[in-house]
């Protein structure tokens, strides 16, 4: 079974900047994709940011410019650096990975609160 666990969540400032983490519990390049999720309330939960295995990126529109999804295999550890933070990036955020494309595996969510 993989773990995966999130951190770095918290309150913070609009235009504000956060980095959360997602420490794995195996060497994250033996999973072929790792990414984002974000659910905020009364919303459906939506990809933020993705990685492969060979670096390709995706980052949904409502993010690109402000987030960057990286991967520390040192670490075992992806990260999510937020800057330019908007109120309504307020949300809980997920680390997902998978052996495939399928995003078979999911922390337990950390907070994001974006307000003044």
């Known amino acids: 079974q993989v773990h995966l666990v999130e951190s770095g969540g918290d309150l913070v400032q609009p235009g504000g900047s956060l980095r959360l983490s997602c420490k794995a519990s195996?060497?994250?390049?033996?999973?072929?994709?790792m990414g984002w999720f974000r659910q905020a309330p009364g919303k459906q939960r939506e990809l933020v940011a993705r990685?492969?295995?060979?670096?390709?990126?995706y980052y949904a529109d409502f993010v690109k410019g402000r987030f960057t999804i990286s991967r520390d295999a040192a670490r075992d550890t992806m990260y999510l650096q937020m800057n330019s933070l908007l109120p309504e990036d307020t949300a809980i955020y997920y680390c997902?990975?998978?052996?495939?494309?399928?995003?078979?595996?999911w922390g337990q969510g950390t907070q994001v609160t974006v307000s003044s």
């Open positions: 990685i492969l295995s060979g670096s390709t990126t």
């Open positions: 997902v990975g998978g052996l495939g494309y399928n995003f078979e595996y």
């Open positions: 195996l060497n994250i390049f033996s999973l072929n994709v």
